[in-house]
């Protein structure tokens, strides 16, 4: 299997950006969202990408969520959509999984507190990054990242990544998709 370097992103301005790392498994680096003004700083995500230059991103697949206001709503989709016109823009192949189906993964509930702890325990060297309890959304994407490396560039046998069902690989984005 080929080594990687996967970024992972939580969405949301609560959210994070991780890189992870196959060559180094003990190495991955996350940070909360860049936010200006209440709003994402797309061009710093952009910057981060296009500095650590990742084979491809994973990013949480989300919808609305009952119980939510539509302006939230409205406001998260906005986020969400800027992420994956940051990818498109970079032309990094980009996948999408569902919170249920990485959370599964790692043996994890919805609770975002738990992937917080399973992160401490995989990264313990790395605990200063997930040592705070409003570190969650840092320890979600950096999570997203590792499943990205063992799951998405894991099921390739020839060195090229797989997108998962339903997964966008930008490179292939035409404007009519989006």
């Known amino acids: 299997m080929k080594n990687y370097c996967v970024c992972g992103i939580d969405p949301g301005l609560s959210g994070a950006i991780a890189f992870y790392?196959?060559?180094?498994?003990?190495?991955?680096?996350?940070?909360?969202?860049?936010?200006?003004?209440g709003e994402i700083n797309c061009a710093e995500v952009a910057e981060r990408i296009r500095q650590i230059r990742p084979d491809f991103v994973i990013i949480e697949q989300v919808g609305a969520r009952p119980g939510q206001?539509?302006?939230?709503?409205?406001?998260?989709?906005?986020?969400?959509?800027?992420?994956?016109?940051?990818?498109?823009?970079?032309?990094?192949?980009?996948?999408?999984?569902?919170?249920?189906?990485?959370?599964?993964?790692f043996s994890l509930s919805s609770e975002k507190e738990k992937s917080r702890q399973r992160a401490l325990e995989l990264w313990?060297?790395?605990?200063?990054?997930?040592?705070?309890?409003?570190?969650?959304?840092?320890?979600?994407?950096?999570?997203?990242?590792?499943?990205?490396?063992?799951?998405?560039?894991?099921?390739?046998?020839?060195?090229?990544t797989r997108p998962e069902e339903g997964a966008i690989v930008s490179s292939s984005?035409?404007?009519?998709?989006?």
């Open 21 to 37: 790392y196959s060559t180094h498994p003990n190495l991955v680096s996350s940070e909360d969202m860049p936010t200006v003004a």
């Open 69 to 105: 206001g539509v302006s939230s709503m409205f406001k998260f989709g906005k986020v969400y959509g800027s992420l994956i016109g940051v990818c498109a823009a970079l032309h990094v192949p980009t996948h999408f999984v569902t919170p249920q189906k990485w959370k599964k993964h």
């Open 124 to 160: 313990p060297e790395r605990a200063e990054i997930f040592s705070k309890k409003k570190h969650e959304g840092r320890a979600e994407a950096a999570l997203l990242a590792l499943y990205g490396a063992k799951v998405v560039a894991g099921s390739s046998t020839d060195g090229a």
């Open 173 to 178: 984005i035409s404007a009519g998709a989006l």
